[in-house]
C-alpha cells in the first residue's frame, strides 16, 4: 500500500472518530435550540413567518462566522505544539509573556476564567442534552411525562458510574452513533423542507437584518436561544491534540455543518406549517412511525456529547495540575494504549452529584436553557482574547490585521454575553456562581502555593556552601546506597535532606536532588526528559522535565541520566519527600479563612509519592510544620 493510500486511510479514520467525540455538543443542540426560542417560559417569540425565517438566519451566520470562521479557520490554527482548549492557549500566551509580567498575569486571569467555565459546562451539558432526549418521550404519548426526570437520573448515574473503565471499550461506537445520529438529522431536515421548501430564503443574510428590525427588543432576547446552536464549539479547539486540524475541519465543513443546517431548517420548514409545533419542534418533525427510534438515537448521542464533556473535564484537570493552578488529584489511567485516556475520580464523582442537582432542580430543558450559554460565551471570548495576543505575538499579524479580524467576532460574542446576561434571574446564575466558586479555589491554590514558597524560601538553605561543609565533616557515616530527594528549590537544600541528617545522622553514597519542572508544552522529548550537574561530594542535581499533558514518572525519567554519566537503579533508590504540615495564622498574605482553605486543599491533595509513580516501597517522608 502506498503512503498516499495509507494517509487517506488515516485522515478518513481520524475524521471518522473526530464524528464521535468532537462534535456530539454541538451535534445534540437542534434537540433545544429552536425550541427555546419559540416556546421558553422566559422570553418567546412568537412563530410568525417573519421570526422564524429570520431566527433560521441568524442560526446559518452564527454557525458560519462563530464556528466556522473563527473556531475552524482561526483558531485551530493557535495550537500549543499540537494541542488545543483554553488551558493549552492560556500556557502558550504565558510563554511569551514571560519578559511581560503584567500581560502573564492576565493571561492566567483569563485562562483560570476560562477553565472555570469549562466545568460549569460540564454540568449543565450533561444535564440539558439528556433531559431534551428524554423529553421526546413526552411526543411519543403524554403518559410517559411522569418517567422523564427519573429516566434521565438514571441514565445520567448510569454514565457517571462507568467512567473508571475508561472510554477505550465503549468509544468505539461513538462514530457509528454520531454517524447515524447527523445522517438522521440530515433525512428529517430534507424530508420538512420538502413540504415546505420556502425555508430555504432564511440563507439570505436579509432575514436577519429584518428580523432585528422589526424586533429589536424580541432580537435581543433571541440571541440567547442562537447562542445554544453553537454550543460545543469550544470542543473543536480543545480536543485537536487528539485528532488534529485536518480531521476535524473535513468533519465540521463535510458532516456536521451541512446536516445541523438541513435540521434546523427542517424544523423552520415545520414551523412555517404548523406554529403550533414550537412546543418541540424537533420530535414534532418526525414522523410518527421514527420517534421512539429516534429517542433511542437522541438519548445515545447525548451521552456520547456528555461523555466528550466529562472526559475534557478530567483532561484539564491534569493540565492545571501539572501547571501548578490546581492541587495533585488522584488520576488513573484506563488504557494502556492510550495515554490521554484518564479518570479523575475527585471529578467524577463532583460532576455527577452537580449534575443530579441541577436536573432535579430545573426539572426541564426549557429551564436548563435558561442557565445555558453564559458560560459558554465567556469562555468563546477568553479565547478571542488569547487569540488575539497570539496572532499579535506569533503569527506577526499586523495589529490591523488582527483587529479587522477579531473584532467583529468579539462584538457578536458580546451581544450573545449581554442577551444571556438577561437570563440571569431565570437560571443564568448558575454558572455564575459555580464559575466563581471553582475560580476562587484555583486562585486561591496558586496564591497560597506562593506564599508557601516565600515563606519556605526564607528558610532555605543554599546547596553549594552546604555540600562543601558536608565535604570537611569526616565524622558523616555513609550508607553505600542512593537517595533520591525530591524538592521544587533547585538551588537550596531539601528540607527532607535536612530532617534525614538531623534524625538519622548518616549520608548516603550517591545522594540525587531532583526538582521537576512542568514546562509550558504538552510534552517533552525523550531526550530532553533530564539535566544533570554534579555538584561534587556525591552529590549530583538532576531537573526532569515533562509537558502538562504527561503523565509524570519520576523512575522511569531518571533512566535517562545514565546518558549524561549518572548511573540509577530507580527502582532500588530510596525516595525522601517533605510532608509539611500547614499552620494557618493571622498575619501577612491571604486572609485566615483563605489560608484555611488553602490548608484543607493541601492536606488533602494526593501524595507526591503516588503523583510521580514512585515505588511505594522504596519512599520515606518527613514531615515539618510549616507556618503561613
Known sequence: MSDASHSKQSLSALTFA?????????G??????????????????????????????????????????KYVVIVLRADNHGEGGVVALMARVVDQARDRPRKMRLAILMGLIGAALFYGDGVITPAISVLSAVEGLEIVTPAFKPAVLPLTLVILVGLFVIQHRGTEHVGRYFGPIVTAWFLALSLVGIYNIVLHPQVLAALSPHYAVKFFVENPMQGYFALGAVILTVTGGEALYADMGHFGKKPIRIGWLAVVFPSLLLNYFGQGALLLRDPGAASNPFFLAIPSWGLIPMVILATAATVIASQALITGAFSMTRELVQLGFC??????????????????????????????????????????????????????????????????RDWKWPTSLAVVIFLPMLVIELAFLGANLAKIPEGGWFPLA??????????????????????????????????????????MPRVPHTAVF??????????????????????HEKSILVSVMFQPLPRVAEGQRVLVERVGHHFYRV????????????PAALEWCEEQGLEIDPNSASYF????????????????????????????????ANFFKLPANRVVELGSRIVI
Open 543 to 554: 531537573k526532569v522535565f515533562f509537558g502538562f499533558m504527561e503523565e509524570p514518572d519520576v
Open 28 to 69: 445534540t443542540s437542534p434537540l433545544y435550540a429552536l425550541k427555546e426560542a419559540f416556546s421558553s417560559t422566559h422570553h418567546p417569540i412568537p412563530a410568525t413567518d417573519v421570526n422564524i425565517l429570520g431566527i433560521l438566519s441568524l442560526i446559518v451566520w452564527t454557525l458560519l462566522m462563530i464556528v466556522t470562521f
Open 327 to 392: 492541587p495533585r488529584l488522584t488520576i488513573r489511567h484506563t488504557s494502556g494504549a492510550q495515554m490521554g485516556q484518564i479518570y479523575v475520580p475527585f471529578i467524577n464523582w463532583s460532576l455527577l452529584g452537580l449534575v443530579l442537582i441541577v436536573v432535579v432542580s430545573f426539572k426541564t430543558s426549557n429551564n436548563l436553557a435558561a442557565a445555558y450559554g453564559i458560560a459558554v460565551t465567556l469562555t468563546m471570548i477568553v479565547t478571542s482574547v488569547l487569540a488575539f495576543s497570539v496572532a499579535r
Open 434 to 475: 459555580f464559575g466563581v466558586v471553582v475560580m476562587f479555589l484555583l486562585m486561591t491554590w496558586r496564591q497560597g502555593r506562593n506564599q508557601l514558597s516565600e515563606r519556605l524560601k526564607a528558610d532555605q538553605i543554599e546547596l553549594l556552601p552546604f555540600v562543601s561543609m558536608l565535604a570537611t565533616e569526616t565524622s
Open 577 to 608: 519527600l517533605s510532608r509539611e504540615i500547614l499552620l494557618p495564622t493571622p498575619g501577612e498574605g491571604m486572609a485566615l479563612w483563605r489560608e484555611r482553605v488553602f490548608e484543607f486543599m493541601f492536606r488533602n491533595a494526593s501524595s507526591a
Open 486 to 507: 525530591l524538592s521544587p528549590r533547585y538551588d537550596s537544600v531539601p528540607n527532607a535532606l535536612l530532617h534525614n541528617l538531623k534524625h538519622n545522622f548518616v549520608l
Open 18 to 26: 473526530a464524528l464521535g467525540v468532537v462534535f456530539g455538543d454541538i
